[in-house]
């Protein structure tokens, strides 16, 4: 297991931007694809995107167009920059490896 750390959340207007970060503490997740997930409140966890190891992203269909994850390995950071915020991308942000888990950043989008 790595230790994962989210960051960057914060409160947004609605089309907004914000960029989250994802690092991890004496530990490299350059060969594992790394995935965001969200949870709104009162709803289930609903993933976001993936990178994997090489590069490639994947991305939920309602927010393909309006996030970027990308990763750069000499930081050991991978980041979801997310455009266009809508009032539904309120939600605790989490990067996953395997089965770690971060504590999680908070994106707020309100008027």
């Known amino acids: 297991q790595v230790a994962l750390e989210e960051s960057g959340g914060g409160l947004v207007q609605p089309g907004g931007s914000l960029t989250l970060s994802c690092t991890t503490s004496?530990?490299?997740?350059?060969?594992?694809?790394v995935h965001w997930y969200r949870q709104a409140p009162g709803k289930e966890g609903e993933w976001v995107a993936l990178?994997?190891?090489?590069?490639?992203?994947m991305y939920l269909a309602g927010v393909k167009g309006r996030f970027t994850i990308s990763r750069d390995s000499a930081k050991n950071t991978v980041y979801l920059q997310m455009t266009d915020l809508r009032l539904e991308d309120t939600a605790v942000y989490y990067c996953?490896?395997?089965?770690?888990r971060g504590p999680g950043t908070q994106v707020t989008v309100s008027s």
């Open positions: 996953m490896v395997d089965d770690s």
């Open positions: 004496g530990a490299t997740f350059s060969s594992d694809t």
């Open positions: 990178i994997t190891a090489r590069g490639d992203p």
